[in-house]
């Protein structure tokens, strides 16, 4: 049943029911399910309506937000205002004097019983599930969920790799590298390291998606070698068979020079390995019973050699899943995606945890939105509920659009929601028999965000011939509902729309135009709209990244809402290039990036860049920068530098960032920064609780571990700027103005790894287009995920296109005429708004910090740089001697000059020669530089331990029954003997023989 008249009188609804709202782009959906809720509460019609007995659930913490906030704010203005009321009369049988009481009732009652005020993310659900379930489920009472899966796979990958010291450990290492490379997709891989964990984290997804455990392949290389042994013997027969029959250059070459595989890749379904431009050719193979048998035979080969291919993958993938479950289990921690395959997996056996039973009795009514983003496993941990409620009084009300299903990557399954609306009496995905009107779907046909003009542009773009012969042409059929997107614009004002095609193939200079023009239509949009009502919407992070930069050289503020991480601020990079040079004197590069870069400019008026750039030059075959730019510029290091070089290693980061805020007066000089240098500090002061916190080292280590989300600055909506974001950040928003950019890559992805389940277990496949002509489970594999990206490139396009309320620009940028972007063509339609002259003035809130003395009694940080510097050289010409022989060789002598010159140190080398010597030749030491005494020895080797942390003993020493290591120091420290012990602890794990230090 269908309707598109929502919401519907508390009069007309019966107990139990399901109700999907197929809510397309602008047509309310918060508003409807904000509505639907207090219509539940309020209402004396509905039966179980406390507050206790709602759930209501969304896919993200903005929207449970957003949810929230509404359904409070539409409390209140039922309360305080009457238009309000008549609307909600419209749906709730009460008089206007009781509507406005129960809904003060229940605003006091929210509050004051806000824990019932269930409003969440499926995610807080099912950890609540958990931890209720944890003995049940076999957890740990104490357990921690970790929401970023990804940042615990990154994190646990190299201590993995490192605990492989068994022979099968090794080899399975062997065997993944050896297939790395040839793999395809990202050329040659030095580190793979990085590869290794992007591929587990990868099949944790899809195992978590699949709610089933990937099979390792039972075909094993001696198979693959058998069948092909077998296809090679009877190609050549075929070809013996039919000397007449012209072969094609590339197989004469393989059968000359016994390249079976490659031959057997060129076998053609039609032709074989003959010419088939030639008559005789199929004729001959023509019901050949030889051909038919190969055929037969590169079916089996090709599915053999498919699931083969990617078997040392998933072998040290399972060595993996033992090592992280064990080191899960000691840090008592479970990953959200691990949690809710737990109960999935569980709920599929039908082996129904105990709260469930709880919970049904609980819950009555469910409020489900975005139900296109759902993912199978999330959907079977509240199936069971749903379905409980709607065999006694209870209702279900879903809302989602499958037109937006843009979040495929992530797991979420829009076939959840698509078969459910097809078969809506007997969905496969629930039960529906305790009802007799099966689910009702609404689809309203108004739009409350857009024009007429847009409504219409988005109308026609989806409903035209070019559009409907690429849907056919690239996938078959319209799965998301794409062709029906027409809809009833709610607004009246005029609207404008402008499409621009820029092709490359008709013009060399399309690129450049294309970014000109966008210059051109910013600058226009900036004459009318205040910057807060304009978005700017690209397809990639890089492309986000590269806007705002454009629109920073126009003066135009910018919040990318893609780059919100502040280490991608150019400003936050040059005080983590100065922290770097602060931390190591003789890190040149830092130093000079620092110098080149704004604040130094900018704080230094005297120190113009082209000054510093000729420095530079000058200055660049000498060592250790900063000493002669002390020399050079006197008086900027006295004002500027000074302070900060001889505080440095005494002030906790945190003090130290505020002591270089202060002196380069980095607050006044760029206030649009202000939110970013602010979430900087905060990271810092959060950071100085950390271990070893007050280190600079340690600061630079822990602020590149930080993960995206907590390395992000939390940007208000109504900041004015112009927003930049990707299409799938801008799921769900409006702008009053839009200008989408629709860059064509000049490569897109392959897809290197294809997954199938078959009902039970999940196999990984690695599948080429010619494989399909032989094997029909390969093409139905390789053809489903060419339709699964098409799908999601086609719902991205129509998001983009429906975030405009008044002014929509499409600049395409088209590079290849049978891409999707080549169904744009240039068009304009409408009335752009007129300068009115009240735009809202930019006023940044003043930050100011202390500007006064700092620590004054920290004097003296000049000679304490100079004894680190000494102990740089020191252990430098210790790395470069292995044996005692080495220290008297030639070779040593010239690499030690090298050495002081890169820490300008030469008069201290005649010193260090003496101190060398004088430790070669002490017996209690001498003896672990005595070749035949020291089997090997291992200088400055790092050592990855616990959490990924690296330590790097100066030099490891193995003899015949003992293991020494040594730590040279130049001065003497308190926490030395700690450092010492550590090392110790951890090189026991390492080392079976017996350790001293």
């Not at 991608?568 to 870069?597: M, Q, V, W």
């Not at 990271?683 to 993960?707: M, P, T, V």
């Not at 029909?776 to 129509?798: M, P």
Request: hydrophobic share 35%.
């Amino acid at each position: 049943m269908k309707d598109k008249r929502f919401p519907i009188s508390d009069k007309e609804l019966k107990f139990p029911h399901a109700l999907l709202l197929s809510s397309s782009a602008g047509s309310g959906k918060t508003y409807n399910l904000a509505n639907r809720y207090l219509q539940y509460i309020l209402s004396e019609k509905i039966p179980n309506n406390n507050l206790t007995n709602i759930l209501a659930i969304t896919f993200t913490e903005n929207a449970t937000k957003e949810m929230a906030e509404r359904m409070i704010n539409f409390l209140k203005e039922i309360y305080f205002e009457k238009r309000k009321r008549e609307e909600a009369l419209s749906f709730i049988s009460l008089k206007d004097k009781d509507l406005k009481e129960k809904a003060a009732l229940y605003l006091d009652k929210i509050f004051d019983q806000y824990p019932d005020f269930y409003v969440g993310t499926i995610d807080s659900f099912v950890v609540k599930l958990l931890s209720i379930s944890a003995m049940e489920l076999g957890l740990s009472p104490d357990f921690e969920v970790v929401f970023n899966d990804d940042q615990l796979i990154k994190e646990l990958t190299p201590e993995f790799l490192s605990s492989l010291k068994t022979k099968d450990g090794f080899k399975a290492i062997d065997d993944f590298l050896d297939i790395l490379n040839k793999s395809g997709g990202k050329g040659f891989i030095f580190n793979p390291l990085e590869e290794i964990y992007e591929k587990f984290a990868d099949f944790f997804k899809k195992e978590n998606k699949y709610i089933q455990k990937i099979k390792l392949s039972e075909i094993e290389a001696k198979d693959l070698e058998k069948i092909k042994e077998e296809i090679y013997a009877e190609i050549k027969e075929l070809k013996n068979k039919h000397p007449d029959l012209k072969l094609n250059k590339a197989p004469e070459t393989y059968l000359a020079n016994e390249d079976k595989e490659s031959l057997i890749e060129e076998y053609d379904i039609n032709n074989a390995i003959f010419n088939g431009r030639i008559k005789k050719t199929k004729e001959a193979l023509k019901d050949n019973e030889e051909h038919e048998q190969i055929k037969q035979k590169l079916s089996y080969y090709y599915e053999y050699k498919s699931q083969h291919f990617y078997s040392p993958y998933i072998k040290l993938y399972k060595l993996f899943l033992k090592f992280s479950d064990k080191e899960k289990r000691n840090r008592m921690a479970i990953s959200l995606q691990e949690a809710t395959s737990i109960l999935a997996r569980k709920i599929k056996k039908e082996d129904i945890p105990q709260i469930y039973i709880k919970l049904s009795a609980k819950f009555c009514h469910f409020l489900i939105d975005e139900f296109q983003d759902t993912s199978p496993a999330q959907w079977s941990i509240l199936r069971p509920l749903a379905e409980e409620a709607i065999s006694t009084k209870g209702s279900l009300f879903f809302i989602g659009d499958t037109k937006q299903a843009i979040y495929m990557f992530r797991n979420a399954d829009y076939k959840i929601m698509s078969e459910m609306k097809k078969n809506n009496k007997k969905s496969q995905n629930i039960n529906l028999s305790p009802l007799s009107d099966g689910l009702i779907v609404f689809e309203p046909d108004q739009n409350y965000r857009s024009v007429k003009e847009i409504t219409d542009y988005v109308k026609d773009f989806f409903s035209s011939d070019e559009f409907k012969n690429y849907l056919n042409l690239n996938i078959g059929s319209d799965f998301t509902g794409l062709l029906n997107c027409e809809q009833m614009p709610h607004r009246k004002e005029n609207g404008y729309v402008e499409t621009i095609c820029f092709k490359t193939k008709e013009n060399p200079d399309a690129e450049k135009n294309f970014y000109l023009k966008f210059e051109e239509i910013i600058k226009d949009l900036s004459k009318r709209y205040n910057y807060s009502d304009i978005a700017i919407l690209v397809k990639k992070n890089e492309d986000a990244n590269e806007i705002t930069r454009i629109l920073n050289s126009l003066d135009i503020p910018a919040a990318s809402y893609s780059s919100l991480d502040i280490r991608k601020r150019k400003l936050i990079k040059e005080l983590i290039s100065f922290l770097a040079f602060l931390n190591r004197p003789d890190d040149d590069l830092n130093f000079s990036f620092f110098i080149l870069g704004e604040i130094c400019s900018k704080a230094c008026f005297d120190l113009k860049v082209e000054k510093q750039r000729e420095f530079l030059f000058e200055a660049r075959e000498e060592k250790i920068k900063y000493s002669h730019f002390k020399e050079r510029f006197q008086s900027i290091w006295s004002d500027f530098f000074e302070e900060i070089f001889k505080k440095s290693g005494y002030l906790s980061v945190y003090e130290l960032l505020n002591l270089i805020i202060a002196k380069f007066k980095i607050f006044e000089n760029f206030p649009q920064e202000h939110g970013y240098i602010l979430k900087f500090l905060d990271c810092a002061n959060q950071l100085n609780f950390k271990e070893s916190a007050s280190s600079i080292s340690s600061f630079l280590y822990n602020i590149e571990e930080l993960s995206e989300e907590e390395a992000s600055l939390y940007l208000p909506g109504n900041s004015e700027a112009v927003k930049v974001m990707t299409f799938h950040k801008a799921k769900g928003l409006g702008f009053k103005v839009v200008i989408n950019l629709f860059i064509e890559q000049s490569h897109e992805p392959n897809t290197l790894i294809y997954y199938h389940s078959d009902g039970e277990d999940l196999k990984l496949y690695k599948i080429k287009k010619e494989y399909c002509d032989f094997n029909d489970l390969l093409g139905k594999i390789y053809e489903d995920e060419k339709k699964e990206t098409q799908v999601q490139e086609l719902n991205t396009l129509y998001v983009a296109l429906t975030r405009a309320e008044i002014e929509l620009y499409n600049l395409a940028l088209i590079k290849n005429d049978k891409k999707l972007y080549s169904l744009f063509k240039d068009f304009s339609a409408g009335i752009k708004k007129e300068n009115k002259g009240q735009k809202t003035k930019i006023e940044y809130l003043p930050v100011s910090i202390s500007s006064g003395p700092l620590y004054n009694f920290i004097k003296n940080g000049e000679p304490r740089k100079e004894e680190l510097l000494r102990g740089e050289l020191y252990h430098s010409l210790m790395a470069e001697i292995r044996f005692k022989e080495d220290f008297h060789s030639n070779s040593f002598s010239i690499k030690a000059k090298n050495i002081a010159a890169k820490f300008s140190l030469e008069k201290e080398l005649p010193n260090a020669f003496k101190k060398i010597e004088t430790l070669l030749k002490n017996p209690q030491f001498s003896f672990l530089f005595e070749k035949g005494k020291v089997l090997n020895a291992l200088n400055e080797i790092e050592i990855i331990y616990e959490n990924g942390r690296i330590c790097r003993p100066d030099r490891i020493i193995e003899t015949a029954g003992e293991i020494f290591f040594i730590d040279y120091k130049t001065g003497e420290k308190a926490d030395y003997q700690d450092q010492i012990e550590n090392y110790k602890r951890i090189i026991e794990k390492i080392f079976p023989k017996k350790i001293k230090a």
